[in-house]
């Protein structure tokens, strides 16, 4: 089982504390840093202000050399696609090849409103033409041109450049939704992402997907199924409780939704997700000062998932 490192930022952190963390991940063995795509803090005064997810990145890819780097997950109301196609193409080439898109409808509506983003009532559509055009861009052949006509973008005779160094950037598609959203993974994703789900409802929401696959003429296999969940875990009662506290949250609510508790409690809660299906788990990091719980993870909890 993969474990990813997943941040918050605009809950409060400046890119040099995202640096921290991702060379963190990198030195203790992780396979990813990633972050959240948002400019609204969910709580608290948020300082010292929000940072953009693809110019930190971009800083990242030049001062990491090994992890895979990428949004969970961007939102399809806050750029046009082929400037966000653009944008990941570049970081993928600043990196030599390690990034990730995800990309999502855009929900939180306040923070919209706050930053005079437009937040249309249907943004399904939106979602699934950007998908076309990024993926479109980045497959066009080099030397053709690219061109499409949606009811929100049109394009013509785009020179669909620049080229990733990946010859296809993995794609990243996540929801609960029980039929469209399965169906949208399934004709553009390489990975398909559960964010914060019930713990039992899991292998039903994940067979949905890969039923989605095999009526799509997809093999469900071909997919990446993963899962994201807040971390939380102490050596002991007392180191648990502490960190809890430091974040904000209640010991029995996190034991009840989250990878947390004592070391014991989060093997058995990750080989959990492993029997229902999930391959990968993007650990949601909210205390970014905290370096010593990412080592806890990568000393006493990775060594024990084989």
């Known amino acids: 089982m993969q474990l990813r490192i997943f941040t918050e930022p605009q809950q409060g952190a400046t890119y040099d504390d995202l640096l ?28 010292p202000g929000p940072t953009d997810a693809w110019t930190t990145l971009a800083g990242l890819a030049r001062e990491t050399s090994r992890i895979r780097l990428g949004t969970l997950v961007s939102s399809a109301t806050f750029r046009h696609p082929s400037v966000l196609a653009i944008q990941v193409a570049q970081v993928d080439q600043m990196s030599g090849g390690r990034v990730e898109l995800g990309l999502g409808s855009g929900w939180f509506e306040a923070e919209h409103t706050a930053y005079g983003i437009p937040f249309p009532t249907k943004r399904f559509g939106i979602l699934t033409e950007q998908l076309q055009v990024i993926t ?16 929100h973008y049109r394009l013509t005779d785009c020179p669909a450049l620049p080229k990733p160094v990946q010859a296809s950037i993995p794609v990243i598609v996540g929801g609960h939704g029980p ?28 067979e949905r997907v890969r039923r989605a696959c095999t009526e799509a003429g997809r093999d469900p296999d071909s997919l990446t199924y993963s899962a994201a969940h807040v971390l ?75």
């Not at 990198?26 to 400019?39: K, P, T, V």
């Not at 479109?136 to 009811?151: K, Y």
């Open 20 to 47: 921290a963390v991702a060379r963190a991940t990198e030195d203790l063995g992780f396979d990813a840093f990633f972050r959240s795509d948002h400019y609204l803090t969910m709580g608290g005064d948020g300082l």
């Open 136 to 151: 479109g861009l980045w497959g066009t052949p080099l030397g053709e041109t690219f061109s499409f006509a949606g009811e």
């Open 179 to 206: 039929r469209r959203t399965p169906a949208l993974a399934a004709r553009f994703a390489t990975e398909f992402n559960l964010g914060f789900a019930e713990f039992d409802e899991i292998a039903s929401k994940l």
């Open 232 to 306: 939380c875990v102490g050596a002991d009662e007392a180191e648990f409780g502490q960190r809890a506290a430091a974040i904000g949250r209640e010991g029995a609510e996190l034991r009840e939704h989250g990878i947390a508790g004592t070391v014991a409690e989060a093997v058995d809660r990750l080989a959990r997700l492993r029997e229902s299906g999930v391959e990968r788990v993007y650990l949601q990091v909210m205390d970014l000062q905290d370096l010593d719980h990412l080592d806890l993870i990568a000393r006493e909890v990775a060594p024990q998932l084989g």
